[in-house]
């Protein structure tokens, strides 16, 4: 895999060489083996950092931000010329399949391409003001250093979303990507650096940079008030940390945590459509999207047509090398993450639940990695187990009678992401994207609830953390409001019409 891992990085040229004289380790969960090194951060490199990342503020922020979008293009660029290799790279470091990985790339080319249009488009609103010759407006100011957290699962992508937008904002961002995934991480800065030489002076030093570390370099992160923003995605354990650290300082924070993403099955479902649909939800990443379909929520007339058809699908599915070409399901990103699978489905047994799959796969040929079965779990009800997040291919099965029930139990668990619809009924359709449908930040109808496209916003509610990220207007949050009035008369009024006369 080492070798695999140098022609990859040759081809996108960057020299092998600087992954060798590291002091950590990187393994590919693909089989276990060592790819390269890389220089952990301490203390004082951090600090250093976040010093640059400042002074490259104070510059960046009076670039006009057309020009600031011209090095977002830049970025968009190299990431179009290098989107295969970096989608391998990002195959071998965290086990998605490769289309999956040049996905991923594409989802970071979508990102620049947006930003760009953004970035003539920072605009604010003109209010109506009560006192005679005045005027009141918006602005959208640049808000300062962006610290950016970003897990395995979406090594690059999810740092894309929030670069793209924060550059283009008037934002430095510093980069704390998984430790399971810094080779990745630095293969993007080597490129943005690329597009940084290119872009040409106006560009500061410090403007983007990656910090490898573990959790104490997060943390030095999340705490210093120079980070204006703290845009962190991962688990709700982290930002139950991450959230009230940055709260204690009055900065700002950007949450993407856990889902726990459904699909509802109604009597009117298409099921062709549905099949294939709930098993890329399911499977896709090996189970470890925070969008992944975790629960299915059947109703009680097609179940017994479905989960038949739904079981053999799962048979067909292709496990292996998610480099070779045809796998559907690559390895889980590491032993850790199997026995989570392991524990998640006895507990789900001991609730009742009839498992169909799971269990460790591929041993043999592959006896450092962690390759899975998919599994399949049929509940007599939505039980304690299902309302956790298990970050691996485990699908829970419940049936329904009425709509209401499918929605109350597609909303009765803490997090709050991604859910679905799958229905040919357009009043079953429009009440669950109603008021009183889903409660997720995304409700989708007739397609799965993973593979949101960067247009819209993404993020979701409860446990999910709140923050909204990619799409529609999430650039807000890497920007600081301010409201402006001018007098433009010859007096003085007071607003609420407050008379404050000096004789
Ligand atoms: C994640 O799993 O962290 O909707 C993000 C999707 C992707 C993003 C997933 N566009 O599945």
New binding site residues.
């Given amino acids: 895999m080492k070798n695999r891992v140098a022609d990859i990085l040759k081809s996108m040229q960057i020299d092998p060489g600087q992954f060798s004289n590291g002091n950590f380790k990187v393994h590919s969960p693909i089989d276990g083996s060592e790819i390269g090194t890389v220089q952990m951060d301490d203390k004082a490199s951090v600090d250093a950092k976040i010093t640059d990342a400042q002074t490259a503020f104070l510059k960046w922020r009076t670039v006009p931000a057309p020009r600031r979008g011209e090095l977002v293009r830049l970025l968009g660029e190299e990431l179009r010329e290098h989107k295969d290799a970096l989608g391998a790279l990002v195959t071998a470091e965290c086990g998605k399949i490769l289309e999956e990985g040049k996905g991923e790339v594409q989802?970071m080319v979508d990102i620049c391409e947006f930003a760009v249009g953004i970035s003539r488009q920072l605009h604010g609103l003109t209010i109506a003001s009560e006192r005679p010759g005045h005027h009141m407006r918006e602005y959208w100011q640049p808000l300062g250093p962006v610290g950016i957290i970003s897990?395995f699962?979406?090594p690059v992508?999810?740092w894309a979303w929030n670069t793209a937008l924060a550059l283009a904002c008037g934002d430095p961002c510093i980069w704390k990507p998984s430790e399971k995934t810094p080779m990745t991480a630095l293969a993007c800065q080597a490129l943005m650096e690329r597009a940084i030489a290119k872009f040409g002076d106006d560009a500061p030093e410090g403007l983007s940079s990656v910090i490898v570390g573990l959790k104490d370099v997060g943390e030095q992160m999340v705490d210093d008030p120079r980070i204006a923003l703290v845009s962190a995605?991962g688990s709700t354990r982290m930002g139950r940390e991450v959230g009230p650290r940055v709260a204690a300082r009055f900065g700002k924070c950007l949450l993407?945590l856990g889902?726990n993403n459904a699909i509802i099955v109604a009597p009117s479902a298409d099921l062709d459509m549905a099949i294939p649909g709930i098993v890329f939800g399911a499977v896709g990443?090996a189970g470890?999207?925070?969008?992944?379909t975790r629960r299915l929520i059947v109703h009680s007339s097609v179940y017994d047509n479905l989960v038949p058809r739904l079981k053999k699908a799962y048979k067909g599915i292709r496990i292996g090398d998610p480099l070779a070409t045809g796998t559907l399901v690559g390895p889980v990103i590491d032993e850790a993450s199997y026995g989570g699978m392991e524990r998640a489905l006895d507990a789900a047994r001991a609730e009742g639940g009839t498992v169909t799959g799971g269990g460790r796969a591929l041993e043999a040929d592959y006896p450092n990695a962690y390759y899975v079965q998919p599994a399949i779990v049929e509940m007599p009800s939505q039980s304690a187990s299902m309302c956790e997040e298990t970050f691996a291919p485990i699908l829970y099965i419940v049936k329904y009678d009425t709509l209401d029930e499918a929605i109350a139990l597609q909303n009765d668990v803490p997090q709050g992401l991604?859910s679905s619809i799958f229905t040919t009924d357009v009043r079953e359709a429009e009440q669950f994207i109603s008021a009183g449908g889903s409660d997720c930040g995304i409700a989708n109808v007739n397609i799965g609830t993973?593979?949101?496209?960067?247009g819209g916003a993404?993020g979701g509610e409860k446990e999910t953390g709140g923050g909204r990220e990619s799409g529609s207007d999430a650039w807000r949050a890497y920007m600081r409001r301010q409201t402006s009035t001018v007098n433009y008369s010859r007096e003085l009024p007071l607003a609420q019409g407050i008379k404050f006369d000096l004789d």
Avoid at 288 to 292: A, E, G, K, L
Avoid at 450 to 454: D, M, N, V
């Fill in positions: 989802e897990a699962n979406f992508a999810v995605t993407e889902g990443t470890q999207r925070c969008t992944s991604s993973s593979g949101a496209e960067i993404f």
